[in-house]
């Protein structure tokens, strides 16, 4: 059996966006800067593709640009944001992603900002008190936080977060990539000025994402060298990715509530079953339906002689699963997430993150693989 357990790194693409893909590959290669009938032809699809996202956030299309994928879009929020709006505190913590993090601390190098690095617990809650503190203490802060944490899992209340960006004038970028297409986001009710998608986390191509800039907001492009994208972003869009996105983006919306108990019904399976066989495991990050991303499953194993090779002998199994975050796989620096909330070092952590594609069979059978590798030693 293969079993693919590594959602949160990427998704398989549905069948229903590969044939709106396939589609406009067949019949639609203008380019939609073109005036011409092809070019025009290729315009209409991007800007109902738009249209269908800013339908469902319940934005204007006019808020929604086309990006290569979440990394672009959040450095774009984040240097455009911070340059153009003179902000020369930032507020962020050190759970975030490294596309959040890496641009930031670049940006400090450079003097451009100072950074503050709000409190969080063990898993991984941030100190809302320290929170607000930070702003208190500052003219004006550009906050970076994520709905919800691609390692551990702990959601993030970011409507409470909005509230305070607009009551200390601050600009809000949330990273979104692991949330969007899995929770609704409704932006009417939350005062954010970005947000952050990759089509590859919801079953769409990779390549392909988007950034949503507030109206209110004002940020020059990152990448120049042409008008699309309303001046925005330079180069040729990616209509076939769009296309997909726009698709994978309806079919997660139409899909939600089922997909949602569905996967759901999934993690609690694993827990269960994990601490039936394995019942010195713990789990990092919070696992409470109300408070956890219900496709991420953070698994804290007893340490063991096998440890560094837990990953490696699950490969051998057929199971894909990752140590960590996804972007720290096959090195030896570790989870800098792990590390932040205190995680014990001596013991191995594997995540097992799950989609709509997944059964319990394949629950039941990554289990037990890890049963005979804890025991039959």
């Not at 009938?37 to 319940?58: D, Q």
């Not at 305070?164 to 899995?182: I, K, P, R």
């Amino acid at each position: 059996m293969r079993v693919y357990l590594d959602n949160a790194a990427t998704t398989p693409i549905d069948k229903e966006v590969l044939q709106a893909m396939y589609e406009v590959m067949e019949t639609r290669f203008g380019n939609p800067s073109s005036i011409h009938s092809h070019g025009r032809e290729s315009r209409a699809l991007l800007e109902k593709a738009r249209k269908t996202i800013s339908t469902i956030l319940k934005v204007s299309p006019s808020e929604i640009f086309f990006t290569s994928g979440g990394t672009e879009a959040d450095n774009m929020a984040i240097r455009s944001g911070i340059i153009d709006h003179q902000i020369k505190h930032v507020i962020t913590s050190e759970l975030e992603h490294h596309a959040v993090l890496h641009p930031l601390q670049a940006m400090e190098r450079e003097r451009v900002i100072r950074i503050s690095y709000v409190k969080s617990d063990s898993k991984g809650n941030i100190n809302f008190d320290h929170l607000v503190s930070l702003l208190q203490a500052n003219e004006r802060s550009f906050i970076s936080l994520m709905h919800a944490n691609n390692e551990i899992a702990t959601i993030t209340d970011i409507q409470r977060i909005g509230d305070l960006a607009e009551q200390y004038n601050a600009l809000f970028h949330c990273d979104s990539v692991q949330t969007m297409g899995h929770f609704p986001i409704d932006v009417k009710h939350i005062k954010v000025h970005f947000l952050t998608c990759s089509a590859h986390k919801l079953h769409g191509p990779k390549g392909i994402g988007f950034l949503y800039i507030n109206h209110n907001v004002k940020i020059s492009p990152m990448i120049f060298g042409g008008a699309q994208e309303r001046n925005m972003r330079g180069g040729t869009e990616n209509l076939y990715g769009i296309v997909g996105l726009a698709k994978a983006f309806e079919i997660a919306y139409r899909n939600m509530d089922i997909d949602r108990v569905y996967i759901l019904e999934l993690k609690s399976f694993m827990i269960q079953e994990l601490r039936k066989v394995i019942p010195t495991a713990v789990f990092h990050g919070e696992t409470s339906p109300e408070n956890s991303l219900y496709t991420v499953l953070n698994v804290s194993f007893p340490p063991v002689e096998i440890a560094d090779m837990l990953l490696f002998n699950l490969d051998i199994a057929g199971i894909s699963a990752s140590g960590g975050s996804a972007c720290s796989s096959g090195s030896n620096i570790g989870s800098h997430v792990l590390r932040a909330i205190g995680a014990d070092p001596e013991r191995p952590a594997i995540r097992f993150s799950f989609s709509k594609f997944n059964t319990k069979a394949e629950i039941l059978y990554t289990v037990e693989r890890l049963k005979e590798l804890f025991y039959s030693r």
